[in-house]
T-cell receptor
Framework: DGGITQSPKYLFRKEGQNVTLSCEQNLNHDAMYWYRQDPGQGLRLIYYSQIVNDFQKGDIAEGYSVSREKKESFPLTVTSAQKNPTAFYLC????????????FGPGTRLTVL | GDSVTQMEGPVTLSEEAFLTINCTYTATGYPSLFWYVQYPGEGLQLLLKATKADDKGSNKGFEATYRKETTSFHLEKGSVQVSDSAVYFCALISRMDSSYKLIFGSGTRLLVRP
């Protein structure tokens, strides 16, 4: 794997409920990212964090929230304000080298009923 | 802003055929370029990368060369296998701000038939 785990793999929620997706990394890397993938499209950045206790909005942050209380964990909450939450969510970590390479977790498929 | 354009799929090939998936980019400066592969129901796996002009990334028989003059990073493989069937994404690192976010193309689905 890419040194990053996501859980659960599949998640079902009723409309109007908040839901939190887990993302954990064990390589002591600072920068972590959340992306959203819709069918037939590339990935879009939701939030990112470069250090503990700091995070920044990406291109599609509305209706989402994050926290970064520990270096190894970067959970994403999909709130009821997100109008179209059904999607595949991918978490990534960035290495510390010059190439800025990002490595992805296995993803969580969220379905809102 | 920075962007990536890749050929639309699906691309359907017979086993042992030659593969090319075109990718061009628009970016400020000299971004690092990547190819990722996604198998059904899984996350993205890094396939190969190149960090500067004329660099060639290679892995598992796949190759791509960073061409600054044509702003391209086409993916090639000399002989595809059924197991190569997947969606391939071309991407660049955007350094327009401090985020180092990946900018993705829309993906190209490859189907290899026995």
């Amino acid at each position: 794997d890419g040194g990053i785990t996501q859980s659960p793999k599949y998640l079902f929620r009723k409309e109007g409920q908040n839901v939190t997706l887990s993302c954990e990394q064990n390589l002591n890397h600072d920068a972590m990212y959340w992306y959203r993938q819709d069918p037939g499209q590339g990935l879009r950045l939701i939030y990112y964090s470069q250090i503990v206790n700091d995070f920044q909005k990406g291109d599609i942050a509305e209706g989402y929230s994050v926290s970064r209380e520990k270096k190894e964990s970067f959970p994403l909450t999909v709130t009821s304000a997100q109008k179209n939450p059904t999607a595949f969510y991918l978490c990534a970590r960035k290495d510390r080298g010059l190439t800025d390479t990002q490595y992805f977790g296995p993803g969580t498929r969220l379905t809102v009923l | 802003g920075d962007s990536v354009t890749q050929m639309e799929g699906p691309v359907t090939l017979s086993e042992e055929a030659f593969l090319t998936i075109n990718c061009t980019y628009t970016a400020t400066g000299y971004p690092s370029l990547f190819w990722y592969v996604q198998y059904p129901g899984e996350g993205l796996q890094l396939l190969l990368k190149a960090t500067k002009a004329d660099d060639k990334g290679s892995n598992k028989g796949f190759e791509a060369t960073y061409r600054k003059e044509t702003t391209s990073f086409h993916l090639e493989k000399g002989s595809v296998q059924v197991s190569d069937s997947a969606v391939y994404f071309c991407a660049l690192i955007s350094r327009m701000d401090s985020s180092y976010k990946l900018i993705f193309g829309s993906g190209t689905r490859l189907l290899v038939r026995p």
